[in-house]
């Protein structure tokens, strides 16, 4: 030990240094340190991330690029969304939504076209003052009289 502290060492092997795993691997995820409320999860998702990303080497990163789908599966892939899409166009009929936003769009054009006249003022047609028609009032009137006092309470809510 004294010799290697010297400089004076007889062996003339290299060492081979070697990083220790703490400095080539990212430590865990700490889910809960402590020190704060506990809380739901803000965001939903995959819960393992892929982490790799820090730590591969450009050897890592080619191997991966190798495996990953090639360029001709992709192309595959499209070509059958593509037979899927037109044979949905040509058997299938027009969607529902398809039809009420056209049918929307052409009423929207229709309305553009009339002259936009100028009508007086009306209240219970602007303010909808009268909302309720005469059975509706009756039902309400005759819900109030039953609430005599401050202390009673109405015969629908009971129950005993």
């Known amino acids: 030990m004294k010799d290697k502290l010297m400089g004076l060492d007889v062996s003339n092997e290299p060492e081979e240094l070697k990083r220790e795993s703490w400095m080539t691997e990212l430590p865990p995820e700490l889910q809960h340190i402590g020190l704060g409320a506990r809380t739901f999860k803000k965001r939903s998702g995959p819960e393992d991330k892929d ?5 591969d080497t450009p050897v890592d ?3 991966k690029a190798r495996v990953s789908y090639s360029s001709a599966e992709i192309n595959k ?9 037109v044979s949905n166009e ?3 009929g027009e969607s529902l ?5 056209k049918k929307m ?3 929207a054009e229709e309305d553009s076209e009339q002259p936009v006249e100028r009508r007086p003022f009306d209240r219970d047609t602007d303010l909808q003052v009268n909302r309720f ?9 005759k819900k109030s009289q039953e ?8 015969k629908d809510r009971m129950f005993l």
């Open 51 to 55: 982490r790799s990303i820090w730590t």
């Open 61 to 63: 990163r080619e191997r």
């Open 77 to 85: 892939f499209f070509n059958w969304v593509q037979q899927f899409t």
């Open 90 to 92: 040509s058997k299938r």
């Open 97 to 101: 939504l398809s039809m009420h936003t």
């Open 105 to 107: 769009k052409r009423q």
């Open 133 to 141: 028609d005469e059975a509706q009032k009756k039902a309400l009137l």
């Open 147 to 154: 609430l005599n006092t401050r202390f009673s309470h109405s």
